[in-house]
């Protein structure tokens, strides 16, 4: 049975109260009294840990009243009645409005105890369920893909929520492993074109000579060791998504081509004459400066312009180390489940290392570290390997107490006076850090 759930006794009686306190206590079944409705109502909040027990027959507010209320608050929650001699048409009614069971007095311990017991189960099991379903909608939200409660991060969700939506070209740009795939997949998932193909091509892995039919498709035997058509990506990506990762990579003569189908919005697959008409939003990732390869001649500034309409700026992890024990935690959490181990407790060392390390592969590496440190490996791979650069002590010790403050934040909905308690810490001396970090609402 679920240990962390709580009976809640509504009686005014208090040798009743006291009797059934008593009963549950005796088995290690955690409960609470109160002796009116009132109480009871002002105790509850939305998704009570637990199940409820009233007496019909209470001062004020009686206990059907109260299964209403409750009832209206929360559908599952468990609700179980008292009722007194004589009073089983009322219980059937009760029943009929969604009571979850009803004892009629003098009951048993034993009777109580049972019936206790079965409710708490239903909750338990009714509670998981909503966790589930909350983690994926939260694994699903923005929030939940881009992590992080930096500014920049903060800021680049905005800015996705905004652009997702529109048909406009984005141009992504940051160092490898800041994630800019993860953006161009965000990108197309909240946008309408969502039920449409998202087509990935890395501009930098291919040779030139098969980058052509590889963009753009190829008819039978249009060069030798062509057996059969081939759809290009543009073609494959039609009413979706075409995302051009390194797209710096791209040779000079096909990026006249590329910018030739952004403009027509036609192609020709390799040895045909036939347009054929393509509809795809171009999303493109570079670790380079575009602007400054088109005045260099490397880069056709034309599709420079085509392709930047939107541009994104992911920031490497060395600039928003606040956001590295969430994201460390949530890749030790993936990895755990992935590699069916216990997630392990972070240590001093490891937390320190995290912290000062200066993270040149960025998230990529991150993940690295984290599912290293699933297996039981040494997260890093000897004490000197990161670079000192970057952060002291102090900025650690900062970074960390920002986290920490953070998620207590988050976790108490923006509430100080709770935050403040579950760190203990004062009131007055948490508002000054809230203020100091930019953690407000």
């Known amino acids: 049975m679920n240990n962390d759930l709580t009976v809640l006794i509504v009686e005014d009686d208090p040798h009743v109260l006291l009797g059934c306190q008593q009963a549950l206590s005796l088995e290690d079944i955690p409960c609470e009294g109160v002796g009116s409705a009132e109480e009871a109502l002002a105790r509850i909040g939305d ?46 009614g009760a029943m009929r409005n969604g009571a979850y069971d009803f004892m009629e007095k ?37 929030e939940g893909r881009i992590i992080g409660r930096s500014p920049a991060m903060q800021n680049l969700r905005e800015l996705i929520a905004n652009v997702a939506d529109t048909s406009a070209n984005v141009l992504i740009e940051g160092e490898t492993g800041t994630g800019k795939e993860l953006v ?37 035997n249009a060069f030798t060791g062509a057996g059969k058509r081939r759809i290009g990506k543009i073609e494959h990506a039609h009413g979706g998504t075409l ?14 081509k ?16 036939q347009s054929v008409a393509v509809d795809c939003r171009v999303i493109a990732a570079t670790k380079s400066d575009l602007d400054e390869l088109g005045r260099a001649g490397e880069f056709r500034s034309d599709l420079y312009y085509r392709l930047n309409v939107v541009t994104l700026e992911l920031p490497p992890l060395r600039e928003r180390r606040e956001d590295i024990l969430q994201l460390f935690e949530h890749f030790l959490l993936q990895s755990s489940l992935r590699f069916d181990r216990a997630v392990p407790e972070l240590d001093n060392q490891t937390l320190s290392n995290l912290m ?15 599912e290293r440190f699933a297996l039981g490996l040494p997260a890093f791979k000897k004490a000197g390997a990161q670079s000192s650069s970057g952060l002291g002590f102090a900025e650690a010790v900062e970074a960390f107490e920002r986290n920490l403050l953070g998620d207590a934040l988050q976790r108490s909905g923006g509430n100080l006076t709770q935050a403040s308690q579950e760190l203990g810490m004062a009131k007055t001396t948490l508002f000054d850090k809230v203020k100091k970090y930019g953690l407000g609402h």
């Open 258 to 273: 590329l910018l030739r189908v952004l403009q027509e919005r036609t192609l020709e697959r390799l040895g045909s004459n």
């Open 243 to 256: 995302f051009l990762d390194e797209v710096e990579s791209m040779p000079i003569p096909l990026q006249i």
């Open 106 to 142: 003098p009951f048993s311990p034993e009777r109580l105890v049972e019936v206790a017991r079965r409710a708490l189960e239903q909750r338990g099991l009714a509670r998981e369920v909503w966790a589930l379903r909350r983690q994926l909608a939260e694994r699903d939200s923005l």
């Open 47 to 92: 998704n009570f840990p637990g199940i409820v027990i009233s007496d019909i027959r209470l001062p004020g507010i009686d206990g059907l009243e109260l299964l209403t209320r409750l009832k209206a608050r929360d559908r599952s929650l468990p609700v179980v009645l008292i009722t007194g001699h004589g009073d089983i048409s009322m219980a059937v």
């Open 356 to 370: 000062s390390h200066d993270w040149p592969g960025n998230v990529r590496e991150l993940r690295n570290v984290a």
């Open 184 to 220: 161009a997949r965000c990108l197309h998932d909240f946008s309408r074109r969502q039920s449409q193909q998202f087509v990935a091509l890395n501009c930098g892995g291919l040779p030139e000579n098969l980058f052509e039919s590889e963009i753009f498709g190829h008819e039978a």
